[in-house]
């Protein structure tokens, strides 16, 4: 069972301004039944919470949250609201391209479904058929669909909980500003012991159009399948110009993961990966740490430290990094800080305290 917050904090106000291409009824009730979904999740979040805290504390491992809710009946809850939600979007043909995505992942994972169901040779080249077929259609209905930029970025998620592995989620994040949203999922193995990602990104350029492309290769030149998971935006200023940070991570070895930050800028038509990294030999687009994936889960869950490796605090602008120890493994405690010097992001400290980066 996966607990997931989905982090969509509308206010009316707000979610009109997001609709506002849309036409003036169809942009209340898509709001409408943002604002329902997320008051919905919300209220199972928080039971699910309570009753992980009971599980915790408890000498006996309850079953029960505070409200009498079991696990199994809160999933079933969870599940009910994404039917509810998919058929209050069916009921209006404005959003019939959020249906027909949610159908293409459907569609997507029965065959992977079926593919793991073949014989063990066969296998690899099933799946990486169906998952091609796939990853073709998805970027096909983002390319065609403009639109999407107007959307709440996480009823495109699809992300159908309760019968949709976190393997096949589609990840999307937009910035504050509405101006750059990226698609990015995992791909599978593809007979590889490393992980490919798919990123596309949708963005809105400097007289108003909505573009596409492909998100930076990390690999293979020749390869889209080489991209990153985008798991957040930030967002800020140097020189006039609107710098985006993405809060990335992808595998690129067998053993080792890889978080980051990415910059990137909308200049007029084009995306461009601005250099504001300071580093040893020059400066960079990026910042990015390479660590003992296996290594760094089985310590959160032991000691139950704090789980991030890369993150950034919206008040000072500062960007922290896990520190890596001698042995190459992540440091438990300590994280480099990295703080914003006129146009460039320098090397500032190197802390034994975990920050409360938020504050």
Same mark, same amino acid.
């Given at each position: 069972?996966?607990?997931?917050?989905?982090?969509?904090?509308?206010?009316?106000?707000?979610?009109?301004?997001?609709?506002?291409?849309?036409?003036?009824?169809?942009?209340?009730?898509?709001?409408?039944?943002?604002?329902?979904?997320? #008051?919905?999740?919300?209220?199972?979040?928080?039971?699910?919470?309570?009753?992980?805290?009971?599980?915790?504390?408890?000498?006996?491992?309850? =079953?029960?949250?505070?409200? *009498?809710?079991?696990?199994?009946?809160?999933?079933?809850?969870?599940?009910?609201?994404?039917?509810?939600?998919?058929?209050?979007?069916?009921?209006?043909? %404005?959003?019939?391209?959020?249906?027909?995505?949610?159908?293409?992942?459907? #569609?997507?994972?029965? !065959?992977?479904?079926?593919?793991?169901?073949?014989? @063990?040779?066969?296998?690899?080249?099933?799946?990486?058929?169906?998952?091609?077929?796939?990853?073709?259609?998805?970027?096909?209905?983002?390319? +065609?669909? @403009?639109?999407?930029?107007?959307?709440?970025?996480?009823?495109?998620?699809?992300?159908?909980?309760?019968?949709?592995? %976190?393997?096949? !989620?589609?990840?999307?994040?937009?910035?504050?500003?509405?101006?750059?949203?990226?698609?990015?999922?995992?791909?599978?193995?593809?007979?590889?012991?490393?992980?490919?990602?798919?990123?596309?990104?949708?963005?809105?350029?400097?007289?108003?159009?909505?573009?596409?492309?492909?998100?930076?290769?990390?690999?293979?030149?020749?390869?889209?399948?080489?991209?990153?998971?985008?798991? =957040?935006?930030?967002?800020?200023?140097?020189?006039?110009?609107?710098?985006?940070?993405?809060?990335?991570?992808?595998?690129?070895?067998?053993?080792?993961?890889?978080? &980051?930050?990415?910059?990137? %800028?909308?200049?007029?038509? =084009?995306?461009?990966? @601005?250099?504001?990294?300071?580093?040893?030999?020059?400066?960079?687009?990026?910042?990015?740490? #390479?660590?003992?994936? !296996?290594?760094?889960?089985?310590?959160? *869950?032991?000691?139950?430290?704090? @789980?991030?490796?890369?993150?950034?605090?919206?008040? +000072?602008?500062?960007?922290?990094?896990?520190?890596?120890?001698?042995?190459?493994?992540?440091?438990? =405690? &300590?994280?480099? #800080?990295?703080?914003?010097?006129?146009?460039?992001?320098?090397?500032?400290?190197?802390?034994?305290?975990?920050?409360?980066?938020?504050?």
């Amino acid at each position: 069972m996966r607990i997931l917050l989905v982090c969509m904090l509308f206010a009316s106000a707000g979610c009109s301004e997001a609709f506002a291409k849309l036409p003036e009824k169809d942009s209340l009730e898509l709001a409408e039944i943002v604002k329902r979904y997320v #008051d919905e999740k919300k209220s199972i979040f928080d039971a699910y919470e309570r009753l992980l805290d009971q599980s915790k504390t408890s000498t006996e491992a309850s =079953d029960k949250t505070a409200s *009498n809710l079991s696990w199994k009946e809160l999933e079933e809850m969870e599940a009910t609201i994404y039917k509810e939600l998919d058929q209050s979007l069916r009921s209006n043909q %404005a959003f019939a391209p959020l249906v027909n995505m949610r159908e293409i992942v459907n #569609d997507y994972v029965t !065959q992977r479904k079926i593919a793991r169901k073949a014989i @063990p040779h066969d296998f690899f080249r099933e799946e990486e058929k169906h998952e091609k077929e796939w990853d073709e259609k998805l970027v096909k209905m983002i390319e +065609s669909h @403009p639109e999407f930029m107007e959307y709440p970025g996480d009823l495109l998620a699809l992300d159908l909980s309760g019968y949709v592995s %976190a393997e096949w !989620q589609v990840n999307v994040k937009t910035s504050s500003d509405g101006r750059l949203r990226y698609y990015s999922w995992k791909a599978g193995r593809w007979n590889t012991k490393t992980t490919n990602v798919v990123s596309f990104r949708q963005f809105r350029t400097d007289d108003g159009q909505v573009k596409v492309s492909w998100g930076k290769n990390l690999k293979n030149k020749e390869s889209w399948e080489w991209g990153y998971l985008v798991n =957040d935006i930030f967002t800020v200023d140097i020189d006039g110009e609107k710098i985006y940070l993405l809060q990335t991570w992808y595998n690129k070895d067998p053993k080792f993961d890889t978080e &980051g930050i990415h910059a990137v %800028a909308i200049k007029g038509s =084009d995306i461009v990966h @601005p250099k504001i990294f300071k580093k040893d030999k020059g400066v960079d687009d990026v910042l990015e740490v #390479d660590y003992d994936a !296996q290594y760094w889960d089985d310590l959160v *869950n032991e000691k139950d430290i704090d @789980p991030w490796v890369v993150n950034f605090n919206d008040e +000072s602008l500062s960007i922290y990094l896990r520190e890596i120890n001698d042995d190459g493994k992540l440091s438990e =405690d &300590g994280f480099d #800080d990295y703080y914003l010097n006129g146009n460039l992001y320098e090397y500032g400290a190197s802390w034994q305290l975990t920050p409360s980066v938020n504050e």
